[in-house]
């Protein structure tokens, strides 16, 4: 298929999407990328394109954040993502519809616990797909949202037209290790201390705010440098 057809796909995929709540888009190869996106082997063949899907969280749950994730940034972290989830469902039957392949990922589904990995990792498909970088907190940043966002993707072989990532990082923002309860955000996102986040989510999981771990504290504080 020639490219005035893939783009002709991906700008009619992206209305779709963006008519059913989605605030942004975006599709990568990931035939490339499979050590860093594809993680599970049932998946790993397939598709050769991803598209990345993302939803802005709400603004006045975040705000809410003091120094603990509140219950209902909870429930709204729970409703996201059954919003993704649902969206991601129907991106896919529409794709079907047009007569190719797909396949919805969870957006928040655990296979190993003891290494934290899903069946795919969203943020690395969101940056691949020019969503965003990843700043410091070890989270996908995007220019206009921060990281106040989640993702989810659909796997496909529908013909699309792919985005380029983009150039750009996080430059003199440090917001989010400033709110970090855990001191986990270093100057560099290798430098990241993911055992401490993950001690600091376990703190709060056994202190009842939440019954998961999430937290939320750096998400608030990010909201992306604009220049």
């Given amino acids: 298929m020639d490219k005035t057809a893939k783009a002709a796909n991906y700008q009619e ?12 888009f975006g599709v990568t190869d990931v035939t490339g990328l499979r050590g860093d996106i594809l993680l599970e082997p049932a998946t790993s063949g ?8 993302g939803k802005r969280l709400s603004d006045a749950v975040l705000d809410d954040i003091g120094d603990h994730p509140t219950q209902i940034y909870f429930h709204h972290y729970r409703q996201m993502n059954f919003f993704l989830d649902r969206g991601a469902l129907l991106v896919a039957d529409f794709i079907q519809k047009q007569g190719f392949g797909s396949l919805a990922i969870a957006a928040s589904q655990i296979i190993d616990w003891e290494k934290q990995r899903a069946h795919l990792s969203h943020k690395h498909a969101g940056r691949a797909a020019g969503l965003g970088w990843f700043g410091r907190n070890n989270l996908l940043v995007n220019p206009e949202l921060g990281a106040r966002f989640r993702l989810v993707t659909v796997l496909t072989d529908m013909p699309l037209e792919p985005d380029a990532p983009l150039d750009r990082d996080c430059g003199p923002c440090r917001a989010c290790s400033a709110a970090c309860p855990a001191g986990a955000i270093k100057e560099t996102r290798e430098a990241f201390d993911h055992l401490a986040c993950f001690e600091k ?3 709060f ?5 939440t019954t998961q771990f999430i ?7 990010c909201r992306g440098p604009k220049a």
Wanted: aromatic share 12%.
């Fill in 13 to 24: 995929l992206k209305a779709f999407a963006l008519q059913l709540g989605f605030d942004l």
């Fill in 46 to 53: 397939r598709f050769g394109l991803a598209v990345s899907l």
């Fill in 201 to 203: 989510l376990k703190e």
């Fill in 205 to 209: 999981r056994k202190k009842g705010y």
């Fill in 215 to 221: 937290c939320g504290l750096c998400v608030r504080d």
